[in-house]
DNA sequence: CGCGCAATTGACTGCCCTCAAAAAGCGTGG
DNA sequence: CCACGCTTTTTGAGGGCAGTCAATTGCGCG
């Protein structure tokens, strides 16, 4: 074999470089790693295992699946979904860059509901069992992902309330005023971005029909409050958005 | 002072069976020591806090309260809820013995919801400064701890999917069937039990109308599937209700 | 017995769903 | 570039499930 090949200089370095690698990666302020000084941080990408592509439209996962690793999302977008034993399904949530998935099945260890990527995505595999070693060791870890699976846990009991006690048009608000949140902690504008799902997903999501999106849709854009145009959207009155959402506009 | 008052024989151990303590608690089983061995459970008796007596429809906390302690219901039945910026409230769940109340408040430090006793009940405060600190030494009580988060958060998955998806009927014989098997596996009966919460509650949690939950006992005791009288309640087709709450009945 | 609150029942309304058709995107291939 | 087919979205018309409003009944308690 020819020696200049670079397979002549293989310093195990390499392979972790191919690895994920937390201190390198843009979302480490808002992913399991925050807060974590270097050398912790570097115990942690020590376990991280591969990182995995996942095509649009594929699933990371499927209920029932065994659990082996949480996920967490370094690119792209993912929506979670259970379906009943009628057969229908119910998203329960789009999830974004920083963002972790799986956590639903520790209790059982089996996931407990679908993740598909709703574009090209990229996850980092994160085995639960070291992870849950290396728990031991470094407290701030450990402090921070209970703190992750709180705000999962208050994340649905807003869905909750979203679900059990508004009308269409103050859902749809919400869960607007929600991404564009979203979008700003992550460095993006919070009045201008694309919905990266269907409108029967976001229909699915908030408990209404697509035809009704469609007309909220319709409706909040002859009132001036948003820009549509396809999957682009545009906030144009934030505040009476947020207003609206909060069932204080009138 | 008299040598004879039991002040005189004051081994602590006296001391810590006032507070409360988990291996004498009928609820091990199923609450945060399951699983542990004798010495493991004696440790987390030490952090327990006083035991706390909670007064029908008083509050156990309520949001926005700063977060020192997680609760584990003991005896007796809690609902915990919302109030959403126009001040309209959602019950996000009815907790009974054996649960954890206050997981949602460890992601900001603050409590997120009220919690109210429904009757006349007892918590064990467990301080979660404390009981993080236990987690470095007895790996068994943090995975236990991890799989209730866990549970909590498929919990109210379960809630997104009957809110999103399900019809009243449907909503409503999906709530009855989840409280018998919670009551059996308490060990008490899957079939006859009290309602500890009013008709109001139940809509409210179901995102109904107290007038739709009332026309729904109607019927379902027309159809001989259900007896009730008052808040005592006996499933006498358990099966048919299930399928009615999975949506396959017909 | 009478008061107050909770629950039930009935009549009617309205929000959102269902059904249906038209319009707009979007990828493919000529 | 346009034609074509397929999917997604929009828009319209009408219906139904659960909500609203209102009156009655039942139950606990002084």
Redesign the pocket.
């Known amino acids: 074999m020819n020696p200049t090949l670079s397979f002549s200089s293989p310093p195990p370095l390499n392979v972790s470089a191919l690895r994920a690698s937390c201190s390198a990666c843009s979302m480490h302020q808002l992913c399991l790693p925050m807060g974590l000084g270097e050398s912790d941080m570097q115990k942690l990408d020590q376990i991280i295992g591969r990182r995995r592509k996942v095509p649009k439209e594929s699933l990371l996962y499927r209920m029932d699946d065994p659990f082996i690793n949480l996920y967490a999302i370094r690119l792209g977008h993912f929506k979670t979904y259970q379906v009943s034993a009628g057969g229908e399904q119910q998203i329960t949530g789009f999830q974004m860059a920083g963002e972790l998935l799986g956590m639903d099945a520790i209790s059982t260890d089996r996931h407990h509901c679908d993740a598909m990527a709703l574009e090209d995505s990229e996850v980092c595999e994160i085995p639960f069992g070291r992870l849950e070693e290396l728990f031991g060791t470094i407290p701030t870890l450990l402090h921070h992902f209970h703190r992750m699976m709180s705000r999962e846990i208050t994340r649905e009991q807003n869905a909750m309330l979203l679900l059990g006690n508004m009308?269409?048009?103050q859902r749809f608000a919400a869960f607007l005023v929600n991404l564009a949140s979203r979008y700003s902690a992550r460095g993006y504008s919070s009045t201008s971005f694309q919905l990266r799902m269907?409108?029967?997903e976001i229909g699915n999501y908030l408990?209404?029909?697509?035809?009704?999106?469609?007309?909220l849709?319709?409706r909040l854009k002859k009132q001036g409050l948003i820009r549509?145009?396809?999957?682009e959207i545009e906030l144009l009155e934030p505040d009476h958005l947020r207003a609206m959402a909060a069932g204080t506009e009138h």
Not at 207 to 214: M, R
Not at 228 to 231: F, G, Q, S, T
């Open positions: 009308r269409a048009e269907s409108r029967e408990g209404l029909t697509i035809e009704s999106i469609s007309r849709l319709s549509v145009a396809n999957r």
